[in-house]
Nanobody, 122 residues
Framework: QVQLVESGGGLVQPGGSLTLSCVVS????????IGWFRQAPGKEREGVSC????????YYAHSVKGRFTISRENAKNTVYLTMNSLNPEDTAIYYC???????????????WGQGTQVTVSS
């Protein structure tokens, strides 16, 4: 049974930082990348960033490039999303999911976490 569990969301002021964690349990092939997606109220879900666990290659959406950093700690089966210079437009529920991660990203293979709320507000 594959499970993804996110943590680390919360309320932060504009300009602040947060680090989200995604712990992957259960056996998954090495080619399963892990991606972070977000959905704001009234908006479609969008891909934020992803990482290939095998070689560490990454992808970032234009809206977060230079502000967010994705990383992995394979020994702990954990993927992190460090978010800096947060602004109110980053407010959303953030989900991690198995993904394809290349010059684009997309959710694949059907495994999602339950989501963690990130609110950026003064």
């Amino acid at each position: 049974q594959v499970q993804l569990v996110e943590s680390g969301g919360g309320l932060v002021q504009p300009g602040g930082s947060l680090t989200l964690s995604c712990v992957v349990s259960g056996s998954t092939p090495d080619y399963y990348a892990i991606g972070w997606f977000r959905q704001a109220p009234g908006k479609e879900r969008e891909g934020v960033s992803c990482i290939n666990r095998s070689d560490g290659t990454t992808y970032y959406a234009h809206s977060v490039k230079g502000r967010f950093t994705i990383s992995r700690e394979n020994a702990k089966n954990t993927v992190y999303l460090t978010m800096n210079s947060l602004n109110p437009e980053d407010t959303a529920i953030y989900y991690c999911a198995t993904a394809v991660c290349s010059w684009y990203m997309s959710a694949e293979y059907g495994y999602w976490g339950q989501g963690t709320q990130v609110t950026v507000s003064s």
